[in-house]
């Protein structure tokens, strides 16, 4: 259980391009998904918080009109990398939020690798 | 705010030693969770575990142990007769308590396992 698929994998998209990554949940709904990025060999930063029906919220320095999300689901939310530049490569993970009893895990999408030329 | 350490950038053991991994956290929340995600070259997350703030009993799983000191705010991952497989970067990470938080990750330990 507690499956969440990403689609694409893997990206490669010319700079000024704007490229959407889908974020699943397969066997259960999320009312919350996450959206991260990760540059090489560092952590995970935290780039929004989705919410089914509402907008997203942003960590600071996150910039919204850049990177659009859209969570119309409760299994579904994308991520789109509007007018891509270089600087955008990296490596896009979502999570969903999963409850169970009164616990709660963050359960994570095989990733997407970006890579803007 | 909150904020997680994992001070060892990168540890390389032989193949059947036992490894800690250390992680180290800061809240100001007196309830909280915190976890431990495996990331193997292929780059998924794998979690491996939840801990609660209230639950400072000692957790095995197979070759994997956790061990939570509250008094020193760790909570440190340790693998018995490490494998091959074992290979990855292994992120520690915090959230506090309440439906769909955030998580605030350390800035992980890339463990090597070699034969």
């Known amino acids: 259980g507690a499956v969440v698929s990403q689609h694409p994998s893997w990206v490669i998209c010319k700079s000024g391009t704007s490229v959407k990554i889908e974020c699943r949940s397969l066997d259960f709904q999320a009312t919350t998904m996450f959206w991260y990025r990760q540059f090489p060999k560092q952590s995970l930063m935290l780039m929004a918080t989705s919410n089914e029906g509402s907008k997203a919220t942003y960590e600071q320095g996150v910039e919204k009109d850049k990177f659009l999300i859209n969570h119309a689901s409760l299994t579904l939310s994308t991520l789109t990398v509007t007018s891509a530049h270089p600087e955008d490569s990296s490596f896009y993970i979502c999570?969903?939020?999963?409850?169970?009893?009164?616990?709660?895990?963050?359960?994570f999408g095989p990733g997407t690798r970006l890579l803007v030329l | 705010a909150q904020k997680v350490t994992q001070a060892q950038t990168e540890i390389s053991v032989v193949e059947k030693e036992d490894v800690t991994l250390d992680c180290v956290y800061e809240?100001?929340?007196?309830?909280?969770?915190l976890f431990w995600y495996k990331q193997p070259p292929s780059g998924e997350l794998v979690f491996l575990i939840r801990r609660n703030s209230f639950d400072e009993q000692n957790e095995i799983s197979g070759r994997y142990s956790w061990n939570f000191q509250k008094s020193t705010s760790s909570f440190n991952f340790t693998i018995t007769a490490s494998q091959v497989v074992d290979s990855a970067v292994y992120f520690c990470?915090?959230?506090?308590?309440?439906?769909?938080?955030?998580?605030?990750f350390g800035t992980g330990t890339r463990l090597q396992v070699t034969l």
């Open positions: 990470a915090l959230s506090e308590a309440g439906t769909a938080s955030k998580l605030t």
């Open positions: 999570s969903a939020s999963s409850t169970s009893g009164f616990q709660e895990t963050q359960y």
């Open positions: 809240t100001r929340d007196t309830t909280y969770y």
